[in-house]
C-alpha cells in the first residue's frame, strides 16, 4: 500500500519493499517475504507461517499475529492526504479567470522562459483499415518538451500515445506536421541523414513491453553494449563488458545477470535490463511508453523511483507515457491528455489535476481509484446523489 504514488505526495522517491521476489526455482525456507520483511521474527526464516483468523472474513499468514509474537508498532498508516485534499471538487470549480487560459497560451507563457528541445508541430498520422477506411491515430497534435523536463502522455487506450512516441523518435513517417528536436527537422530525411549519429544516440526510447523488446538470443551483455557497437563509441567505462556491468549495477542488478538471456529474467529484471540500454548512451530525450504498466506496485516504485535519481543526475527530458494518473502526478513536471488522436489538454501537472478543463480529463481523473474503501464509498455515494 505505501508503494503506491498515491501515497506519496510531497515526496521525493516512492516507498519500496527492498529486495526482490523470491528466485522460484529455488524458493527460500520459511516465509517467501521474510527476507524483505522489517518486522521478520526467527521463526518466519524457519516455518511458514499458518493462517491466523480475525475476523469471520478476514485472514492473514503473519507470525506476528502468533500471541508469542513480541507487540509491535505496525507501519504508520497510510493516510488519503493525497485524495483528502479534495481535488475532484476543486478540479469542478472552474473561476472564470483560469477559463480564459487556453491550450496556446499556457504553450506561449511557458515558452518565453525555457529552452525547447522537441517541438511537436501539428502532427497528422492515419492507418489505413482495409481498401477504404482510414484510421486517423493522431490528428493536428502540437506540444513541446523543455529541457530537463518530464512531460506525461496519458490518455486511454488507443488514442494514439504510441503513435505520437513512435513518430518523435522516427520509427513512424508522419502524414504531415513537423517534429523538431533541437531545431532539426527530424522528419525531413535530409536532415536525418545528415545528423543520423547524433540523432540516434541521444534519442532513446523504452518499450512497454520488454519481452518483444530485447532480443531473445542475446545475452544481457550484449544487449547492453550493442548501442556502443552500432555506433562505434568507446564507453566511458573503457571496454564494452566494463561498461555493461557499470550500467547493470547502476539500474540495480548484480553482475551475475551479465550472462543471462531475457528469458532468464523476471518482468521487472527485463525492464530494468531495457532501462539500462537506454541509458547506457546517457541520451538527452527518453521516450519511455507504459514503461512500468505491466509490473506489480513495488516493482514500479523501484523503477519509478530509478528514473527520478536518473533524471537528476543526468537531466535528460523525459517523454513519459502512461494510463496510471496518480503515477503521472508523481512523476511528471507537464502533462498533455490524448482522447482519440487529439491532445485535449496540456499543462502543468498540478493545474491539470487541481482544475481540469475537458470533460475527458475531469473523466479521467474522477476514474482513478482510490486504495481507500471508505473515501472510495464516498465518492459513489456523492456521484449517485449528483
Ligand atoms: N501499425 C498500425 N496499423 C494500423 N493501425 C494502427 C497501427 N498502429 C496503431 N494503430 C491504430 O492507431 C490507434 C492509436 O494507437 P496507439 O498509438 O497504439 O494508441 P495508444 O498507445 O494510445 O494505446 C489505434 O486505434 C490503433 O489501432
Ligand atoms: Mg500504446
Not at 88 to 97: D, H, K, L, S, W
Not at 221 to 239: A, M, N, V, W, Y
Request: glycine share 6%; hydrophobic share 35%; aromatic share 8%.
Amino acid at each position: 500500500m505505501q508503494a503506491l504514488p498515491a501515497y506519496a505526495k510531497g515526496k521525493e522517491m516512492l516507498h519500496v519493499i527492498p529486495g526482490m521476489p523470491p528466485v522460484l526455482i529455488d524458493p527460500p525456507r520459511g516465509d517467501a517475504f521474510a527476507c524483505r520483511n522489517e518486522y521478520a521474527l526467527a521463526i518466519d526464516y524457519e516455518k511458514e507461517p499458518p493462517m491466523f483468523r480475525i475476523s469471520d472474513t478476514h485472514y492473514a499468514a503473519t507470525w506476528l499475529l502468533d500471541e508469542r509474537a513480541p507487540e509491535i508498532k505496525p507501519p504508520s498508516p497510510v493516510c488519503s492526504s493525497f485524495f483528502a485534499e479534495g481535488y475532484q471538487r476543486e478540479g469542478c470549480e472552474e473561476t472564470a479567470e483560469r477559463k480564459k487560459t487556453s491550450v496556446v497560451e499556457e504553450c506561449q507563457n511557458d515558452a518565453e522562459n525555457r529552452e525547447t528541445l522537441v517541438a511537436v508541430n501539428h502532427l497528422t498520422k492515419s492507418f489505413s483499415i482495409g481498401k477504404r477506411n482510414v484510421h486517423k491515430a493522431v490528428d493536428d497534435v502540437s506540444f513541446r518538451i523543455y529541457k530537463g523536463e518530464v512531460f506525461g502522455l496519458v490518455g486511454e487506450s488507443g488514442s494514439g500515445k504510441s503513435t505520437v512516441a513512435n513518430c518523435v523518435m522516427n520509427l513512424c513517417k508522419p502524414d504531415s506536421g513537423e517534429i523538431l528536436y533541437k531545431e532539426i527537422d527530424t522528419c525531413c530525411s535530409k536532415e536525418f541523414r545528415k545528423n543520423k549519429k547524433m540523432l540516434q544516440c541521444e534519442r532513446q526510447i523504452i518499450f512497454q513491453d520488454s519481452t518483444s523488446s530485447l532480443n531473445p538470443r542475446m545475452k544481457v551483455k550484449d544487449i547492453l553494449s550493442e548501442p556502443f557497437r552500432i555506433q562505434h563509441i568507446t564507453p566511458k567505462r573503457g571496454t564494452l563488458s566494463a561498461e555493461a556491468a557499470f550500467q547493470l549495477t547502476y539500474v540495480g542488478l548484480d553482475n551475475s545477470y551479465l550472462e543471462k538471456y531475457p528469458s532468464e529474467l523476471s518482468g521487472g529484471q527485463r525492464q530494468r535490463v531495457a532501462i539500462a540500454r537506454a541509458v547506457a548512451m546517457e541520451p538527452e530525450l527518453l521516450v519511455a511508453d507504459e514503461p512500468i504498466a505491466s509490473l506489480d506496485v513495488s516493482i514500479q516504485a523501484q523503477i519509478v523511483n530509478l528514473f527520478r535519481h536518473l533524471q537528476k543526475e543526468h537531466g535528460f527530458s523525459f517523454l513519459f507515457i502512461a494510463h496510471d494518473l496518480s503515477m503521472v502526478r508523481f512523476l511528471c513536471d507537464r502533462v498533455g491528455v490524448m482522447h482519440d488522436g487529439k491532445l485535449v489538454e496540456v499543462g502543468n501537472v498540478e493545474d491539470i489535476f487541481r482544475h481540469p478543463k475537458h470533460p475527458y480529463t475531469k473523466a479521467l481523473i474522477e476514474s482513478i481509484p482510490i486504495p481507500d474503501p471508505r473515501m472510495e464509498r464516498q465518492r459513489a455515494g456523492e456521484k449517485e446523489h449528483e
